[in-house]
């Protein structure tokens, strides 16, 4: 189990976040490298296939892209992105060996009627990597929004801190905000 040293000014995290058209074929991850004041210290582009298998290894890379030693946690906005595109938190955490927070905003009563619709040949496989995932936990920041984390690698009561500080308003904590922007960005570029 890793701690989070909040108390670091110079605290790292590596915020992933995505945006797609459904006609497309990928998505585009956009990772935003922020320190614990807001200063945003790099960034890196990735790209995962919609209603594939490969986001996991898609973060993977992305992280040794930026080939540094100084990030300490790693956010992404969802852990079924890309069209039920499953991230295997517990894949990237021992990996990368650093907690992994998946943030969502809704609550849900999953998706199992969705993926048996969309992957009629691969349903059991689909299930598996959705189940692995297990149950997500509902916090509320200290801006009063709710929202619902998977986490791996650190505690629950942590990861609210962490959030807590990273999030100035709403429910968006700033360095997935950051990345969500740079997503759209990037795919609005490549049109």
Do not use: W
């Amino acid at each position: 189990m890793n701690h989070i040293r909040l108390e670091k000014k110079g605290l790292r995290g590596l915020a992933i976040a995505e945006s797609f058209r459904e006609n497309g074929s990928a998505s585009i991850l956009a990772g935003v490298v922020m320190r614990r004041d807001f200063v945003i210290d790099g960034f890196v582009f990735g790209k995962a296939t919609l209603e594939g298998d490969d986001a996991t290894d898609a973060i993977i890379s992305m992280y040794e892209k930026l080939a540094r030693q100084d990030i300490s946690f790693i956010l992404i906005s969802g852990l079924i992105i890309s069209m039920y595109n499953i991230i295997d938190i517990k894949k990237l955490q021992k990996k990368l060996m650093m907690p992994i927070i998946g943030v969502t905003y809704k609550e849900s009563n999953g998706i199992e009627d969705a993926i048996k619709h969309h992957f009629p040949n691969s349903f059991e496989s689909k299930m598996t990597q959705y189940r692995k995932l297990g149950p997500r936990t509902k916090i509320s920041l200290h801006t009063k929004y709710e929202i619902y984390l998977r986490i791996e690698g650190c505690e629950t009561k942590e990861a609210k801190k962490l959030l807590d500080a990273f999030t100035l308003q709403g429910a968006i904590p700033e360095p997935l905000r950051v990345a969500q922007l740079l997503a759209k960005a990037e795919l609005d570029r490549g049109r």
